[in-house]
Structure formats: C-alpha cells, structure tokens
C-alpha cells in the first residue's frame, strides 16, 4: 500500500466528523425533546415537561444519516487494516482501540445516571448486570440486563462485524473478495430463514458495510469502476431487504448518509474543513461518553428554566470537553499499548 493509496482515505476524517456532529445533534436537538417517554426510561426520570415547541424538527433522522456514515467508513477501512495487520494483530490493536476507551464513557454514564438519580423523583438502579452487560460490549444481549447506554448498539455491530469478517478472511486464505461472499449468505440466513436471534439485528447492517468495501476495492484497484457501482448498489439493496423496517423516512435518512459518503469519496474538498477533522480525533471518546452524560447535564439545567437552546450548547460543549479528556488520558494512550502489542507479533 503506497502514501497516494492511504492519502485517498483521508476524505473519511471529514466524514467521521460530520458523523459525529450528526449523532450528537439528533440526540440533542431531537430525540431528547421528541421521545420524552424514552429518555425517561433511560435516565429513570419523570419525562421533561413543558418545553414545547423545543427542537429542531427535520424531515429526516439526523442519527440514522451518522450511524449509516459510521458504517461506510468501517467497511471503507476495516478491510485495509486487515489485510495489511492479519487477523490476530488485527485482533489485538481492535481490542484496545475500542474497550478501554469505551469503558471510561461507560464509567461516565453510570455517574450520570447516579447524578441523574439526585434530581427530583430520580432513582438509581443500575445493577452489576447492566454494567457486566455493557463492558462485553458484544455480549451484552445474552448476558443481561438492562440498556443503560442508547448508543452502544453500534459498537456490538463493529465488533461482530470485525470478528466474522475476520474469521472468513482467515477461512478465505486472506481474500477479502471471498471473505464478504462467504458472509452474504450467512447474512440472508440470520435475517430471513434463521430462528429469531439476536444477532439478526446486528448483521443486518453487514451489507451497508460491504457496500463500503467495494469503494475500499475501488480506491485499491482491486475493482474497476461499474463492478464497484453494481455492487455497491447490490450491497444496498440487500441492506434494504434483510433489514426490513418498513420506514420509508428511516430508509432515506441512512441514504442521505450513503449520498454523503459517496460525495465525500468524490469530492474530498467537500469534508476537508478543519472543524470536521478536529471532531474526527475525538469523535469514538465524544460518542461513548456523549449520550447519557448530555441527558442528565439536559435534565438539570431544565430544573431552572434554562432556554432550550442554551441548554443544548453547554451539553454539547461539556460533553466535548470529557471527549477530549478521555481521548487524551485513555484513548491515544492505550492506541499507543495496542499498536505496541500487535508490532510484537509481527
């Protein structure tokens, strides 16, 4: 892999960047005020009163345009670390690139809730379940308890994502083509003719995140130009079936992510802005650590009547400012361990 290949991905810091601003705003400016019932049942709170006509109401779902560009950029890049790291190291520095981080937002959560508890008619009632649940991030749903983080179901579609793929990678003899076409009928089994599982709402996103290999193929010239269109809208429609929603607006709305992926990978001017780069550093610390601490910072500054959207921009900068404290104290720091481990077993 020559220095032009990987400047070819760097249009992805941008679109990770424009993710994050996308999940963080549809959790505050949408879904906090929007689904008032939920939230509570997150935070153990009675839902917010008043507030009416809070919000930014948009005929799209700003989270779905994020998740569906966070999943593209997997797809984009998980392949060239593969190939490049092979299975095991892949393993190891995956380990540490996403656990420990991911447990110092989880640590930031459970104080949220317990903070969160102190409000009036709050209560705290997270168990040793809940907690063991969310630490196995991909065992969460077989070991229990109850979902104290709205966010972390992506993180269980990554990882499996990232141990299926790399177990037919191994299976393939390191072909990545032959890897993905030994997953597609797995995929359809899970989704379509298997026993209701739990792990059918996790591989349906699989074919989103093929769709992004393809531009990887592309990008490397494993794959010319109309083989790539007709796969990747191949891998896109499959998303659609083995999904199955039945959400025309929850469709669109990871299709304007697919547009702006696709946009982005075109015209890589158009994600080079260096605010776009700068919440891509911190965008894994601010998305582990943003959605229950920025709910209970909402809660409370609700208490004194504070405006609406005064009380989004200091959660939004609050909870950038423990993005970077983690990014810096645990993030780059166990990156740096992860990357050491797997240069050792070269």
């Given amino acids: 892999m020559n220095q032009q290949q990987h400047l070819r991905f760097d249009f992805a810091d941008g679109l990770r960047g424009l993710a994050m601003l996308a999940v963080v705003l549809f959790h505050y400016t949408q879904i906090f005020w929007q689904r008032r019932d939920r939230i509570g049942e997150v935070m ?10 809070a919000s930014f109401v948009l005929p799209f779902n700003l989270g779905a345009v994020g998740v ?10 998980i392949p060239l670390s593969l190939t490049r790291m092979g299975v095991v190291r892949f393993a190891v520095s995956r380990f540490f690139r996403i656990y420990p981080t991911y447990w110092a937002g989880l640590a930031l959560t459970v104080g949220a809730l317990w903070l969160a508890s102190l409000l009036p008619d709050g209560e705290f009632d997270v168990t040793r379940a809940d907690v063991l649940g969310h630490a196995s991030i991909a065992f969460q749903d077989w070991l229990g308890g109850r979902n104290i983080d709205p966010v972390m179901w992506t993180l269980k579609v990554e990882l499996w994502f990232y141990a299926m793929l790399g177990a037919a990678f191994t299976l393939s003899g390191r072909r990545i083509k032959w890897a993905i076409w030994l997953l597609l009928p797995l995929v359809v089994w899970l989704c379509q003719l298997a026993p209701s599982n739990g792990l059918q709402t996790i591989v349906c996103y699989f074919p989103l995140m093929f769709a992004g290999c393809w531009l990887y193929f592309y990008q490397t010239g494993q794959a010319g130009k109309w083989e790539t269109v007709l796969h990747f809208l191949a891998m896109l429609g499959l998303f659609v079936w083995v999904s199955n929603w039945g959400s025309v607006e929850l469709y669109a709305s990871y299709g304007i992510g697919v ?3 696709v946009a982005g990978a075109l015209w890589p001017r158009l994600v080079a802005a260096p605010l776009l780069t700068r919440v891509a550093g911190v965008s894994y610390a601010w998305y582990v650590c943003h959605s229950v601490a920025g709910y209970a910072i909402l809660f409370a500054l609700a208490q004194y009547g504070t405006p609406w959207w005064l009380m989004v921009a200091i959660a ?24 050491q481990l797997a240069d050792k077993l070269k």
């Fill in 44 to 53: 153990h709170l009675p839902p917010l009163d008043g507030y009416h006509g």
């Fill in 68 to 77: 569906g560009l966070f999943l593209l950029i997997s797809g984009l890049l």
């Fill in 259 to 261: 547009a702006l992926f």
């Fill in 316 to 339: 939004l900068v609050a909870t950038w400012y423990m993005a970077v404290a983690i990014n810096r104290l645990v993030e780059l720091p166990t990156q740096k361990i992860g990357k």
